[in-house]
């Protein structure tokens, strides 16, 4: 689904025309190999689509004709996945997955009981997660990439800093069923503007966090009997609001 979806640095809004150069470029004319006079999709990382025809593929860029901008596909509830620090290989499917799913930002959160990495690697990282989230956007077919970058914060810092009208920790320890808590705004007083979902590590949270999160106007929720891995437990939980809060 990718090879005919393109990221377009910047598309005026009266746009006729774009160019795609760089990384962009090569994608579309040495991987997906498309031709002039082939029609693709163009998104511009802050949530719009362009249908557009491929007019001449250069050497180092390729010129398209704009034919319409497709119908705004805007999210009800924008969604961030505030993510404990997995290793390396899972850290990354949270990201390319929760990107898929719609989440506005998946950002790495340091506990107490998280993958321990020094902070040079962590920064090292940020631009391939970026990446990764950019290429789930395409796959997905969304205009807009979710935020990645600024480093993992400190939890503390994570609930201080990120407000939304809603917010939510998932919790071994008790809690109300996160399908209740869906459903019944969903049907009562309608989804919210923005939610904050807060995943733990995969040794849980501990008990002097599970208090900061509650004092900070976090809400407990569970996902349900079954004891699942924490990356399993970030997408569970996307995947959930996004299907109730934003279909």
């Not at 004709?65 to 924008?78: C, K, P």
């Amino acid at each position: 689904m990718t090879s005919r979806q393109f990221f377009a640095a910047r598309i005026d809004a009266d746009a006729r025309n774009a160019r795609l150069e760089g990384d962009e470029h090569h994608h579309l004319s040495r991987v997906a190999r498309v031709r002039a006079g082939d029609e693709v999709w163009l998104m511009d990382g802050r949530g719009r689509r362009f249908l557009s025809r491929v007019e001449r593929v250069g050497k180092d860029v390729t010129e398209l004709v704009i034919l319409r901008q497709a119908e705004d596909r805007g999210r009800r509830t924008s969604i961030i996945l505030g993510q404990a620090l997995l290793n390396a290989k899972k850290m990354e499917f949270v990201i390319q997955k929760g990107a898929e799913l719609g989440a506005a930002a998946v950002i790495p959160v340091v506990t107490d009981r998280s993958w321990r990495e020094n902070k040079e690697k962590v920064v090292r990282r940020e631009e391939r997660w970026s990446r990764i989230a950019r290429e789930a956007a395409k796959q997905s077919g969304r205009g807009d990439v979710p935020e990645v970058a600024g480093g993992a914060r400190r939890l503390a810092d994570f609930v201080r800093e990120r407000g939304a009208e809603r917010r939510l920790f998932l919790s071994e320890h008790g809690g109300r069923l996160l399908r209740e808590v869906l459903t019944e705004s969903a049907g009562r007083s309608g989804p919210p503007a923005s939610v904050v979902v807060v995943v733990g590590p995969e040794g849980g949270w501990t008990a002097a966090e599970e208090e900061m999160l509650r004092g900070a106007g976090f809400e407990a929720v569970s996902l349900g009997g079954a004891v699942v891995r924490a990356e399993t437990a970030a997408l569970a939980a996307t995947a959930l609001v996004a299907h109730f809060w934003n279909t």
